[in-house]
């Protein structure tokens, strides 16, 4: 069984920046795609940014140029900067995990229980 938790969520000003991390554990034998995705009040979960286990990375239109994903291998970690932080990015924020576990060597995908991130003057 593989866990994710996630930290850095909070209240920011508009134009502030934030900070997300969310760090995976448990049986795991390699980690492949790691993400993190969105849901604002009275709207459906969306895909903010993702990158690979090579380092490639795809980010939703909305937040191109303000936030950068980045991952720690040997940390099993995934982090999200979100720089220039606007009130539509309100949401709450979940991360998203995808690999094999060293246990039986088979696929998992994980997500975390999901971090607030208010942005409000």
């Known amino acids: 069984q593989v866990q994710l938790v996630e930290s850095g969520g909070g209240l920011v000003q508009p134009g502030g920046s934030l900070r997300l991390s969310c760090a995976a554990s448990?049986?795991?034998?390699?980690?492949?795609?790691m993400g993190w995705y969105r849901q604002a009040p009275g709207k459906e979960r969306e895909p903010v940014a993702s990158?690979?286990?090579?380092?490639?990375?795809t980010y939703t239109d909305s937040v191109k140029g303000r936030f950068t994903i980045s991952r720690d291998n040997a940390k099993n970690t995934v982090y999200l900067q979100m720089n220039s932080l606007k009130p539509e990015d309100t949401a709450v924020y979940s991360c998203?995990?995808?690999?094999?576990?060293?246990?039986?060597?088979?696929?998992?995908?994980?997500w975390g229980q999901g971090t607030q991130v208010t942005v409000s003057s």
């Open positions: 448990g049986s795991i034998f390699s980690i492949n795609a």
């Open positions: 990158i690979t286990s090579g380092g490639s990375t």
């Open positions: 998203n995990v995808e690999g094999r576990t060293a246990l039986g060597f088979r696929s998992f995908i994980s």
